[in-house]
C-alpha cells in the first residue's frame, strides 16, 4: 500500500540553525500539507500546496517558514532560524485531490529538537 | 470529551468492551469530519469519516455519529482490542484545504 515518507525521524539541532525537513508524498497525489504537534497537544496544520504554490497558510507558518517541491518526489519544509518553541512533530500529508471528502495520508513525523 | 492544555482526557476500557470517544467541534459551518487514530511515534491514521449530511456511518467495528445540533461527535469501537490502545482525534474539514483537529482522547485496553 503506498505510504507518505519523512526523513529524518528525529532531527536535533541549535537554536538558530536552519533545518529542513523532507517528505514524499504518494506519488499519484497532488496536494501536500505540513502539519506539527508540540508534545502532549493537539495536531496543528501549517501550510498546504499545490501546483509548486501555497495554498494556504496557518498564523504559526510566519517569514521563519518554506516550503518546496524540489523535484518530481520530494516535499521540504525548510525552518529559516530555529526557536526552542519550535521543538515538535512534524508531519507531512497529501491528499489526491483538493477540497471536501478527500483524506489526507499522513507520514510518520520527523521529530524536531532544538536545543 | 475536550480538554484543555496537555492533559488529554483518558478512557479506560477491558478488552472486549464497547469503547465510545466523545468530541465537540468548533466550526457549525464544517460539512466534514473524520477520526484519526495516533499510535505512538507514528502518524494520525484515517479511521472513518462523515458528511454533514449524514447523521450515522458504520465502518469495520467502529461507528461515527454526527449531531450537528451541539456540533457533537462521537466514535463507537466495538469489541475494543489492545490494538485498538492509542490516541483518538477527532478532525473538521470547514473548507478544503486544512484540517482542524481536536485534543485527543487517550483509549486504553485493559487485558
Known amino acids: 500500500e503506498p505510504e507518505v515518507t519523512q526523513t529524518p525521524s528525529h532531527q536535533v539541532t541549535q537554536m538558530g540553525q536552519e533545518v529542513i525537513l523532507r517528505c514524499v508524498p504518494i506519488s499519484n497525489h497532488l496536494y501536500f500539507y505540513w502539519y506539527r504537534q508540540i508534545l502532549g497537544q493537539k495536531v496543528e496544520f501549517l501550510v498546504s500546496f499545490y501546483n509548486n504554490e501555497i495554498s494556504e497558510k496557518s498564523e504559526i507558518f510566519d517569514d521563519q517558514f518554506s516550503v518546496e517541491r524540489p523535484d518530481g518526489s520530494n516535499f521540504t519544509l525548510k525552518i529559516r532560524s530555529t526557536k526552542l518553541e519550535d521543538s515538535a512533530m512534524y508531519f507531512c500529508?497529501?491528499?489526491?485531490?483538493?477540497?471536501?471528502?478527500?483524506?489526507?495520508?499522513f507520514g510518520p513525523g520527523t521529530r524536531l529538537t532544538v536545543l | 470529551g475536550e480538554s484543555v492544555g496537555l492533559h488529554l482526557p483518558t478512557l479506560s476500557v477491558q478488552e472486549g468492551d464497547n469503547s465510545i470517544i466523545n468530541c465537540a467541534y468548533s466550526n457549525s459551518a464544517s460539512d466534514y469530519f473524520i477520526w484519526y487514530k495516533q499510535e505512538s511515534g507514528k502518524g494520525p491514521q484515517f479511521i472513518i469519516d462523515?458528511?454533514?449530511?449524514?447523521d450515522k456511518r458504520q465502518g469495520q467495528r467502529v461507528t461515527v455519529l454526527l449531531n450537528k445540533t451541539v456540533k457533537h461527535l462521537s466514535l463507537q469501537i466495538a469489541a475494543t482490542q489492545p490494538g485498538d490502545s492509542a490516541v483518538y482525534f477527532c478532525a473538521e474539514n470547514p473548507y478544503g484545504n486544512k484540517l482542524v483537529f481536536g485534543a485527543g482522547t487517550i483509549l486504553r485496553v485493559k487485558s
Open positions: 500529508a497529501s491528499s489526491e485531490e483538493l477540497g471536501l471528502y478527500n483524506e489526507q495520508f
Open positions: 462523515i458528511r454533514s449530511n449524514m
